[in-house]
C-alpha cells in the first residue's frame, strides 16, 4: 500500500510539474510575441497598419511590401520592381506600406533602424534603395555597423545631426521587434512577400517579372 501511495504520490508531481512546465512555455510564448507598446516608433509608422512604415497614408490602392535588407531575394526584387514602385510612391498612386524584417540576424535590426531613422528626414525611399543597392555579400559581416549606415544616408543627401545620433542611438531597435510581431501575425515567413489589397502576389511568376508586377497593380488599381 505504501509503494503504490508513493507511486500515486510521484505521478501526480510529474503531472503537476509537465502542467506548469506547458504553462510557463504558453505564458512566454505570449509575452514574447507581443508588440512593445511603448517602443519608440519613426513618425510614419502606423500601429494599425502592423508598425510598418506608411507612404502616401491616404491614397489608394494599398501595397505592403515585406523585406529584409539582408534579403538577397529582396535585393533581386527590389532592382527588378522597386523603379516602378518608387514612381508609384512618387505620384500617389498607391499607399505603400515597408514592414522592415530582422529574422536574418542583428544587422538587419541595424539597417531597419537605419531605414526608420531615415523616414524621419522624409529620406526612406532613398534609404531603401542605398541599402539594397549596397547589401554586404555575407549576413551579418560586420559591415553595416553605425558608421557606415550614417555614411549611406550621407549619400543620399541626409545631412542632420539628428540622424546620425539617431542611428547611432539605435532609436527604433524596439521597433523592429513589434514589425517582427506583426508580421508574424499577417503569417508572413518569408521575404520578399507583397500583398495588394489584403492579398498576397504570386511569388513565383509576379516577383520577378517586371511587366506582370505592373499588370498585378494595375488590375488592383493603380492607374
Known amino acids: ?71 538577397p531575394a529582396c535585393r533581386a ?8 514602385l518608387n514612381e508609384v510612391i512618387a505620384q500617389n498612386k498607391a499607399k505603400v506600406v515597408y514592414h522592415p524584417m530582422t529574422f536574418i540576424g ?38 553595416w555597423q553605425s558608421e557606415a549606415l550614417v555614411a549611406l544616408g550621407k549619400s543620399v543627401g541626409i545631412k542632420s545631426n539628428s540622424f546620425e545620433k539617431c542611428v547611432n542611438d539605435g532609436t527604433y531597435v524596439k521597433w523592429t521587434n513589434n514589425v517582427a510581431v506583426e508580421s508574424g501575425k499577417a503569417n508572413v515567413n518569408s521575404t520578399p512577400t507583397i500583398f495588394i489589397n489584403g492579398k498576397e502576389m504570386d511569388r513565383k511568376t509576379e516577383y520577378g517579372d517586371p511587366v506582370k508586377f505592373k499588370a498585378a497593380l494595375a488590375a488592383a488599381g493603380v492607374k
Open 1 to 71: 500500500m505504501t509503494t503504490n501511495s508513493g507511486d500515486k504520490g510521484t505521478r501526480n508531481l510529474v503531472i503537476i510539474m509537465v502542467s506548469f512546465i506547458v504553462i510557463v512555455g504558453v505564458v512566454f510564448s505570449i509575452i514574447s510575441n507581443r508588440s512593445n507598446s511603448t517602443a519608440q516608433v519613426p513618425a510614419a509608422v502606423s500601429e494599425a497598419e502592423g508598425y510598418g512604415i506608411v507612404l502616401n497614408p491616404s491614397a489608394t490602392p494599398k501595397i505592403d511590401v515585406y523585406i529584409d535588407y539582408q534579403c
Open 77 to 84: 526584387f527590389e532592382i527588378i520592381n522597386g523603379g516602378y
Open 106 to 143: 542583428p544587422e538587419s535590426i541595424l539597417a531597419a533602424n537605419a531605414a526608420a531613422c531615415a523616414a524621419d528626414e522624409s529620406k526612406f525611399v532613398d534609404m531603401n534603395l542605398a541599402l539594397f543597392q549596397n547589401q554586404p555579400t555575407g549576413e551579418n559581416s560586420g559591415v
